[in-house]
């Protein structure tokens, strides 16, 4: 079975994790640091702070925004659960707004009909790796004293209006998941150039507990003393995670050059059919290409085809089952019908593959079943 995606490993990725195992740490120790650091320079960002996984990274995102219950979060519902879910921790409620069908990216004019005064944040998902109208969004919040927290899972590596993808928002989410831009195991970031939101970032990852002389309550009576300042959670990322991020950093720019290649080529062998929707970047936004979201005309040949080419040995996958319509958010309240755009865009979905390792072979392979079954 050819996968969806693939995480790519190399031998200096492996020497990497093996010289952790072989060193004093294997959690805590120097080599979070260094990736955090060489992450944020990557993403254009003063600083980057990294956790277990990218759910706990928008946990502790939400924290540092300061969301409270009765606090009200807009979003897309063509995401992961995990962008949603996190902000419900802290007790706030999920708005929903509807995408530009076009893209799969949440649509500002939407946003801007759901913001109300018990609004605190907005929160964009960079849909496959293609960034949000950033620009727009970042008017919105300025006007209405709002926090852009950017859920940039899929778009490590992509860029807007030539800014790396990281240092735009308020915090920039990035996932390490192996499907990603980058494998980590599991892991994800935050990138900011907000100190405050720095600082509450390293807390909360860490039992909300610190030893920072600065931020102490009661003065020390020794080298041992730390404090617990807020109901936290041990988030943080093993010292063999971020040894695996560095090696993989270093070739991001690589793994995105074959992404946008194999795009080409797919773009050049879809150009005609006349049954599918290609997806496509717009001006000013540079993809990172995460997914490769085909769409079909006709809906109700969706699980037919999906049927057909998993039969074939082709691991496609649909993104996403909109959020409301999960058993969870229905008990909430929320119903189907509520974000249309999104439903439709949802129902004509399929990721067919697409990762740095994808050979031409299998490139040709998945064009040809493709055009068989759809054309």
Known sequence: MIPYSHQSIGEDDIKAVVDVLRSDFLTQGPKVGEFERALAKEAGAKFAVAFSNGTAALEAA???AG??????????????????NAALWSGAKIVFADIEEGSGNIDPKEVEKKITPRTRAIVPVDYSGLPAKLDELK????????IL????AHALGASYKGKKIGG???????????????????GGA???????????????RSHGITKDIKKLETSPAGDW?????????????TDMQAALGITQLKKLGKFIVARKKIVARYNEAFKNNKNIILPKEYKGASSSWHLYPLRLKDNSKRAEVFKKL???????????????????????GYKKGLCSSAEKFYESEISIPIFPGLTQKYQQFVIEKIQGITG
Request: aromatic share 16%; glycine share 4%.
């Open 149 to 152: 927290l950017e859920d940039s």
């Open 168 to 186: 735009i928002a308020d915090m920039t989410m990035f996932s390490f998941h192996p499907v990603k831009s980058i494998a980590t195991g599991e």
């Open 67 to 84: 969301l409270k219950k009765g606090d009200e979060v807009i979003t897309t519902p063509l995401t992961f659960a995990a962008t949603s």
């Open 310 to 332: 998993r039969d074939a040995g082709i691991g496609v996958q649909v993104h996403y089952i909109p959020v409301y319509w999960h058993p969870y958010y229905r008990k909430l």
């Open 62 to 64: 939400y924290f540092a």
């Open 190 to 204: 935050i990138a900011t150039n907000n100190k405050d939101f720095y600082e509450k970032l390293c807390l909360y």
């Open 139 to 146: 008017v919105l919040a300025k006007k209405h004293n709002l």
């Open 225 to 237: 003393y730390y404090e617990m300042q807020e109901l936290a959670h041990n988030y943080r990322m």
